[in-house]
């Protein structure tokens, strides 16, 4: 980013300060007032100093990059909360760029904050499939190690959750093939848990089946838990 104007229009960066909720973002203050603030890093990579004169248009680009920071910071928590699929985080940022409202704290007036610009939203989830923080094969063999793990859970159940997240069938395919989980296995752990709550076998079935269960392998199941 070049940073050149006309003398007449230059402001001066006249202090920088870290702020008290977050020591790694620094607040910035033009020619005496508060007008944004950056991550630490960004502080860096964009060469702001105290001292340093910029033109209005180039401060508009650096609040631009402060903007891209603040919802970078927050999608990547997002994302580190646990494993999420690209079309989670797409929606997540997407709804982003709503206007909020807000209470002020100063008045208790009822405000409304912008959302954030669609082209910032496409940066920030570009830059985290770059970084691997978004990666659908990956979240998917999270999804089906983890998901239920001590419940039980159906693959066909597995498969329609990882559907309904924008999951690729191909990538869904590939990651239920490389599982040790197996249907066998996921029914035995259902029935333990539910079978006080069924005292009716035909209502057990009909459970396990909506569950995603195939009748030949709940039949089995059942016949199995009853020698």
Request: glycine fraction near 6%; charge should be positive; charged fraction near 35%.
């Amino acid at each position: 980013m070049g940073y050149c104007g006309s003398l007449s229009q230059l402001m001066k960066i006249t202090a920088l300060s870290s702020q008290q909720k977050d020591p790694n973002r620094i607040n910035v203050m033009v020619d005496g007032a508060y007008r944004f603030s950056l991550d630490i890093s960004q502080v860096v990579s964009l060469g702001v100093k105290v001292g340093r004169e910029y033109s209005e248009k180039e401060l508009t680009e650096i609040e631009g990059e402060s903007q891209f920071g603040k919802l970078y910071a927050r999608a990547l928590e997002y994302c580190l909360i646990r494993p999420h699929s690209a079309r989670e985080v797409h929606d997540y940022l997407w709804r982003k760029t709503r206007a909020t409202k807000y209470k002020s704290r100063k008045t208790g007036e009822i405000k409304e904050r912008e959302g954030y610009a669609t082209e910032l939203v496409e940066r920030v989830f570009n830059k985290l499939v770059d970084k691997s923080y978004v990666d659908d094969e990956s979240f998917a063999r999270f999804w089906v190690e983890n998901r239920n793990q001590t419940k039980g859970t159906s693959r066909r159940k597995l498969e329609a959750e990882l559907r309904a997240k924008g999951v690729s069938q191909d990538i869904i395919a590939q990651q239920l093939a490389d599982t040790d989980r197996t249907d066998d296995n996921e029914l035995q752990k259902v029935i333990a848990r539910k079978r006080s709550r069924y005292q009716d076998e035909q209502k057990l079935m009909h459970y396990l089946a909506r569950q995603g269960f195939s009748y030949d392998d709940i039949k089995r199941a059942l016949s199995d838990d009853q020698l």
